[in-house]
């Protein structure tokens, strides 16, 4: 009887089948833990890109709002400062055209005296300030005098404060009952 390589009984086809299996198993086993761990490794290497560009964007994020936050302050400075200064203007506006007034009626007071407005006016602005104006009133049927007219000339020559004519013209003639 010749002994054939090919022929094996059972118990060596099961030990061959045993082996295979195991070598299987391990290199298996293998390319998983190698796959595993290149994915671990990238994963890794992502979450720490991730980390960075997180932490370069709040740092970015962090001097856009100081950035933000000094113009804002910067700007608000400003407006304080302008409305100070509107403020002092203002006041000082007020001097001189008070001392203004003074001496063009000390220049010639008994010229000048007469033939001022009958109203003057002044409303509150948001600044603070006050816009005032002069206001002559007049009917219909009325008409300047020497004197207005010399005061109208004079603050429009040296004085320039706000000046408006106002004529009021009646309508209809209103009935009051009488008691």
Do not use: C
Not at 116 to 143: C, H, M, N, Y
């Amino acid at each position: 009887m010749s002994y054939d390589p090919l022929m094996l009984n059972a118990a060596d086809w099961t030990a061959i089948g045993t082996s295979a299996l195991a070598v299987g198993t391990f290199v298996l086993a293998w390319v998983t833990v190698r796959t595993s761990t290149t994915t671990r490794r990238h994963d890794d290497e992502k979450r720490a890109e991730d980390r960075a560009a997180d932490a370069s964007k709040r740092a970015e994020d962090r001097a856009r709002d100081d950035r933000l936050r000094e113009e804002a302050r910067e700007q608000a400075e400003q407006h304080e400062r302008a409305e100070r200064v509107a403020r002092e203007d203002f006041e000082a506006r007020q001097v001189l055209v008070t001392v203004e007034v003074k001496e063009h009626l000390a220049e010639a007071y008994w010229e000048r005296y007469l033939g001022w407005p009958d109203l003057v006016s002044w409303r509150e602005t948001p600044e603070g300030s006050q816009a005032v104006q002069f206001i002559e009133v007049k009917s219909s049927s009325d008409r300047l005098s020497d004197d207005q007219r010399m005061w109208i000339q004079g603050n429009h020559d040296h004085l320039q404060l706000d000046f408006r004519m106002v004529k009021v013209h009646r309508t209809q003639r209103l009935e009051l009952p009488m008691h």
